[in-house]
């Protein structure tokens, strides 16, 4: 079975300040996507990772794919408060024909001016 | 097109009582999916239409759940006599093609009293 294992869960902090959120999963796969959620809102896409050491980045996020480990990282840098969330990574088993992702629990990053 | 859209956005339903939401996915898309999110978790896939067939559905998705994509446009997803525990948020996604970026609507969420 498929497990996806995020952490930290709650991450509570400074703005100005770098941090790291994990994804690890269990099995291979062949594409890994992060998301964003604002509390009573929709799943916003972040990045998508399709092979091993692919790295992407989007103003103060960075997102990195070890296949190898079966980790990928969401890196922070100079957090502001707009980037207060939930992040979700979500994984897609290799050999999966109807595209099913599985999901992380969440990371609720609260940023504090 | 302005994006995936989801009816209604909040149902409160008496346990027994029978329930139906609507997805309308990006007109273009073909693929669309269904997905269950409680409070403090990820999303768990629920089922997955290509066009109008229903290609794979979860363990989740027990005989009191249906859903529907008829002429591969809009999609409903009924629960048959609601328990408690069917209480969450619903939401629907759709995707076209090499599937590198999901499309999630706002959700249904459901209130089982």
């Known amino acids: 079975e498929l497990k996806v294992e995020q952490n930290p869960l709650f991450l509570s902090m400074q703005e100005g300040k770098n941090y790291t959120i994990y994804c690890n999963y269990s099995t291979t796969s062949d594409r890994l996507y992060w998301y964003r959620q604002d509390p009573g809102k929709s799943l916003e896409s972040l990045f998508v990772?399709?092979?091993n050491g692919a790295v992407k980045q989007e103003g103060r996020l960075m997102a990195s794919l070890d296949t190898k480990a079966r980790l990928s990282t969401l890196h922070i840098t100079a957090a502001v408060h707009d980037l207060s969330a939930t992040y979700f990574c979500a994984v897609a088993p290799r050999m999966d024909s109807n595209y099913q992702l599985i999901w992380g629990a969440g990371t609720k990053l609260i940023i504090k001016p | 097109d302005t994006g995936v859209s989801q009816n209604p956005r909040h149902k409160i339903t008496k346990r027994g009582q029978n329930v139906t939401f609507r997805c309308d996915p990006i007109s273009e898309h073909n693929r669309l999916y269904w997905y269950r999110q409680t409070l403090g978790q990820g999303p768990e896939f629920l089922t997955y239409f290509q066009n109008e067939a229903q290609l794979e559905k979860s363990r989740l998705l027990s005989d009191r759940f249906s859903a529907e994509r008829p002429k591969g446009s809009f999609s409903t997803l009924e629960i048959q006599r609601t328990e408690q525990g069917d209480s969450a948020m619903y939401l629907c996604?759709?995707?076209?093609?090499?599937?590198?970026?999901?499309?999630f609507g706002s959700g249904t969420r459901l209130t089982v009293v």
């Open positions: 996604a759709s995707s076209l093609g090499q599937v590198l970026s999901y499309t």
């Open positions: 990772l399709l092979s």
